[in-house]
């Protein structure tokens, strides 16, 4: 069995590509799409217009995607962080989920009682604390016995969604508003505790995007240029030569692992100040934000400030789908040309590292 | 005994072995008759391969008869390894033929190669470091069933290795065995997938006179099986005993094939180096201090990676400005030496001094603070992160220094500027300073590691077979630079395989056999034969 192409090393990654492969794979996306919006009856350039005003273009779009956008930016954050490690960390989800407790819970308890900004603040410092205190024991788990974080970190993420239900549905806790009926809701902060949005250009970008912006320069900064980020490096490129020149191996997993939950935590901080304004039990288990951070992480090829900007992408992407959606466009249809772009982003990633060669020639012996 | 592979190779095979059966290696009575018949194993011609900005190879002119072992000389990055991935289908020539008995092929993957029966045992190994050797030896080979059974696959493995002369458990995993026991793993991989044609890359850079013999007696083991070796090789007294022809490579050139019978030490080298070389015992400016002790190792005890007492009681001291060779057979814990002196491993008992200082137990980061510098044998993963930059590499050590880092902040244009000056300095040849360590040659990856050891102004140097892989050039810059350091004072423990090295360069020799030190004696009054004695667990009193 031969394929007629092959992949060959590239000795040399020319810096261009680092662009080029992304719009490349990108076109290749949409032409495959078209392919398949064609064969279903519809005609491409009016979908991908559609799509792209939808997502995009107008400030009501944009608003959406910015939504969107927000925890997938924290979540892939949270991926990037652990990634760069070498640590598979994919506990975001459920990082994400403490996160949302610890805010509102300090939220709730600070409620109308501290002046409105430290009560925000704590509420971010509260989230963060709960999601590297969640991922931070995957890290210990790690460092300590060696233990795959892969399996640990996923197991903690259905723990935490188990939580977050007992706190609303199964039982009377301090989050569950006791005035709601029939169907059981978190306590809503009070109004003015509610994180503030900043209209620029009709344009509502919320508090905590800026957060994420501010987390991913922070996050850049420490990989580019801290000596925790340089020693996180040589721990990835090689632990032997980590453990040569001393490095604590261990303290690095554990500290860079909670990190990592830290930012998922921040996200969860944000769906309840910027968003739900409550503990959201149904509504933060919905769209997978922690899963999704993995891909956003893996597209901006572990660059935070990338990170962010995928998160947009991929904001748009699911508003533009769901506007799509309707009787004559399935959410299959939808789910397909998501897959599409995301897929051949995926593959194109592969031809940074690997150049294709023709086996024509080839001739076995 | 599977892989035999008897079946995909051609039938001209059956040709006599005279060769091989012969007692005297290099055949002087007739036996090269056989070879030079009609029976060419392996034709290469106008062998051309570019990479971005070089030509490794051009216009390489090849040819190996069958059942000879044909060594291929060259300096590092004259073309050898390239020329090797070429022939096991891991690089595809962009000009020029390759016939194997006669028939032209072009191999599209390095399993199209080892199906045509060319297998190559890598300078670097690559083995699954958690699976047993006997896994490691099977996995891959199409007739390996589905679901293997541990006894068997151990049977099998251990039947070819005793078939073959070579000694190793096959139970054992990996990641326990020491660098010598697992080029022999290398080597039954490929001779289980039945390859006929072995190319051994730099086989006995890891192993001991005594050891290397046995790597021979394989050898000749192979030919006299109709095996065909190609043996790429810097050392050129091993060539010119082991080998029947030797092609010479220099600048991705052939510069001809020359029978072994027939040259000599002297013209292989200046045909390598395009001028001669002068092999002596490198001459001391002045000699160390064995009373000014910097290097203290009083009582040592440690455990090597399975947990097994791998030190008995180590005393080792170094003088200033003393050079102190550690001899030994490859896994009688060397390794677990150095790796204690160095902090990366703690002792179990004993204790460990630099300048008078005892360093804390099994804390790299004290030991480097306290004056130690280490060169250690796996250079790449160890010594350097090979997929970091020269820039990062030269900073390793010192990114902690305020030189080069503040406020948790690294300081990128000093640490640029220091990598500069050292490149210059140490002569380092990369494009440059933000160059992936990876990408340098052998001699270049053990110049920026070196240049690094000594920039932190070290009281003393534990290294651990600095030379091994090198050419000859290289090898001696380092040594050079060893002996400078020496001279300015710094006391060096080389820990060294090659028998040769130590006498060459050490002032005193010690012996290590199974994790002791069984003799300590000056350089002046050792003797090559005492050593290799010594080194095979024989007493003082019997080697003498």
């Known amino acids: 069995m031969k394929s007629p192409v092959r992949l060959e090393r590239r000795l040399h990654q020319p810096k261009q590509l680092n662009w080029a492969i992304p719009l490349v794979s990108l076109l290749g996306a949409l032409v495959v799409g078209a392919l398949v919006l064609l064969a279903t009856g519809k005609n491409p350039i009016d979908v991908y217009w559609r799509m792209l005003d939808r997502g995009f273009l107008s400030e009501r779009a944009l608003t959406g995607t910015l939504r969107t956008a927000t925890p997938l930016a924290f979540t892939g954050l949270c991926a990037t962080a652990a990634f760069r490690l070498g640590v598979i960390n994919i506990g975001g989800e459920g990082q994400l989920y403490m996160g949302a407790v610890g805010a509102s819970l300090v939220g709730l308890q600070m409620g109308g009682t501290a002046p409105v900004g430290v009560t925000i603040v704590v509420m971010v410092l509260a989230g963060m604390l709960f999601g590297a205190m969640y991922a931070g024991f995957v890290g210990m788990l790690r460092a300590q016995f060696n233990t795959s974080e892969i399996i640990t970190s996923l197991m903690m993420n259905y723990l935490a969604g188990i939580l977050l239900n007992y706190l609303i549905f199964n039982s009377t806790s301090y989050w569950r508003d006791p005035r709601s009926f029939g169907f059981p809701s978190g306590k809503p902060l009070e109004k003015r505790d509610f994180w503030p949005a900043y209209d620029v250009l009709g344009i509502s970008i919320p508090f905590g995007l800026v957060l994420a912006a501010l987390f991913a320069f922070v996050l850049w900064v420490i990989y580019k240029r801290s000596r925790l980020g340089f020693e996180v490096e040589v721990i990835a490129d090689s632990p032997r030569a980590a453990r040569y020149v001393g490095i604590r191996t261990k303290w690095t997993i554990i500290a860079v692992t909670a990190m990592s939950g830290a930012l998922a935590g921040a996200g969860g901080a944000s769906q309840v100040g910027d968003f739900a304004h409550y503990l959201d039990a149904k509504g933060l288990q919905l769209n997978g934000f922690g899963y999704t951070g993995i891909v956003v992480a893996a597209l901006a090829r572990l660059n935070p400030i990338g990170a962010l900007f995928v998160a947009v992408l991929l904001g748009g992407l699911t508003n533009a789908g769901y506007s799509l959606q309707g009787p004559d466009f399935p959410s299959g249809l939808v789910g397909t040309l998501q897959g599409l772009i995301l897929f051949c982003a995926v593959a194109g990633e592969i031809l940074t590292k690997y150049r294709i060669r023709s086996n024509a020639s080839a001739v076995t012996a | ?544």
């Not at chain 2, 040709?15 to 392996?42: C, K, Y």
């Not at chain 2, 390095?110 to 029966?117: I, S």
């Not at chain 2, 699954?128 to 030896?137: G, I, K, S």
């Not at chain 2, 012996?511 to 002791?516: A, D, F, I, S, W």
Request: hydrophobic share 40%.
């Open chain 2, 1 to 544: 005994m599977s892989g035999e592979g008897a079946g995909r190779w051609p039938a001209p095979f059956a040709f006599p072995q005279t060769l091989s059966t012969s007692v005297i290696w290099r055949a002087d009575n007739g036996g090269h008759e056989g070879a030079t018949m009609t029976n060419t194993a392996v034709h290469m011609t106008g062998v051309v391969k570019r990479f971005p900005g070089v030509v490794a190879n051009d216009g390489v002119e090849f040819d190996v008869r069958k059942g000879e072992v044909h060594a291929l000389l060259g300096e590092n990055g004259a073309g050898k390894s390239t020329l090797s991935n070429i022939l096991t289908g891991l690089y595809r020539p962009d000009e020029g033929t390759i016939e194997l008995d006669g028939v032209p092929v072009s191999f599209a993957s390095p399993k199209a190669a080892l199906d045509a029966g060319i297998g190559m045992v890598h300078q670097h190994f690559r083995l699954v470091q958690p699976f047993t050797v006997a896994e490691n030896v099977v996995l891959g080979n199409p007739q390996t069933p589905f679901t293997i059974n541990a006894g068997d696959v151990n049977k099998q493995v251990a039947e070819l290795a005793l078939r073959f002369d070579m000694a190793v458990d096959p139970a054992a995993r990996i990641w326990q065995l020491s660098v010598g026991e697992q080029q022999r793993v290398e080597i039954l991989k490929v001779l289980h997938r039945g390859a006929q044609v072995l190319i051994l890359d730099e086989p006995t850079a890891v192993l001991t006179p005594i050891e290397a013999e046995a790597l021979f007696r394989t050898l000749r083991t192979m030919t006299a099986e109709g095996r065909t070796v190609i043996f790429i090789s810097h050392k050129l007294d091993e060539v010119m005993s082991v080998s029947d022809r030797i092609t010479v490579l220099r600048g991705g050139r052939t510069v001809g094939t020359v029978e072994t019978k027939s040259t000599s030490a002297r013209e292989l080298a200046s045909m390598m180096v395009g001028r001669s070389v002068e092999f002596n015992r490198v001459v001391r400016g002045r000699p160390g201090n064995p009373r000014d002790v910097v290097l203290s190792v009083q009582g040592v005890n440690g455990n090597d990676d399975r947990g097994r007492q791998a030190l008995h009681n180590v005393n080792i001291t170094v003088g200033r400005g003393e050079i102190v060779g550690v001899a030994g057979v490859a896994g009688n814990g060397q390794r677990e030496l150095a790796e204690v002196i160095a902090g990366m491993r703690p002792a179990t008992d004993g204790s460990v001094s630099v300048g008078g200082n005892t360093l804390p137990n099994g804390k790299a980061r004290a030991a480097i603070a306290g004056g130690l510098a280490h060169v250690p044998e796996d250079r790449l993963h160890t010594g350097l992160a090979a997929g970091m930059s020269v820039e990062d590499n030269m900073a390793l050590k010192t990114y902690r220094t305020p030189l080069l880092s503040r406020f948790g902040m690294l300081r990128r244009n000093a640490m640029t500027e220091q990598a500069t000056e050292l490149v210059t300095r140490y002569d380092v040849k990369t494009p440059d300073t933000a160059t992936p360590v990876r990408l340098l040659s052998g001699g270049n990856v053990q110049k920026v590691l070196l240049s690094r050891e000594f920039s932190t102004n070290p009281l003393v140097l534990v290294a651990a077979s600095p030379t091994r892989g090198l050419d000859v050039g290289a090898i001696e810059t380092v040594r050079n630079r060893l002996v400078e350091a020496a001279d300015a004072g710094v006391g060096i423990l080389l820990i060294s395989e090659d028998l040769e090295e130590i006498m060459s360069l050490a002032d005193r020799i010690t012996v290590m056999y199974e994790g002791r030190i069984v003799a300590d004696i000056p350089a002046a009054n050792a003797s090559r034969e005492q050593i290799g004695m010594l080194m095979g667990g024989a007493t003082l009193e019997n080697a003498q």
